[in-house]
């Protein structure tokens, strides 16, 4: 069985027993959460598709880890101006661990 969750933005695909990094949310580490922006839950062949949540559907997840992603580096140049610009940004990510899918 997997779902389609909505968190932080952005849509994941998640089964029961994976791990997966989203966006920064405040809870502790060890927290239960239950997530209920579920677009889709899927068993299978079929698959139940929400107008645009699916009703009554939830998601159970732990929080494993916060931590920060690897540096994405920035550099902007304009030629013949003598203007160079260098800056880095580090994203913060909180790491789940799917608990169960209950549709």
């Not at 909505?6 to 990094?21: F, L, P, S």
């Not at 839950?41 to 998601?59: C, D, Q, R, W, Y």
């Amino acid at each position: 069985m997997y779902a389609v969750i909505k968190t932080g933005g952005k849509q994941y695909r998640v089964a029961a027993g994976e791990k997966i990094k989203v966006e920064q949310i405040a809870a502790d580490v060890g927290q239960e959460l239950v997530l209920d922006q579920v677009l889709a839950v899927g068993n299978g062949s079929e698959i139940k598709i929400g107008t645009p949540l699916v009703s009554g559907a939830t998601v159970t997840v732990t929080v494993v880890s916060h931590g920060r992603h690897d540096k994405v580096h920035i550099f902007k140049m304009r030629r013949r101006k003598h203007y160079q610009k260098r800056q880095g940004h580090r994203q913060n990510y909180t790491e789940l661990q799917i608990a169960a899918i209950s549709a």
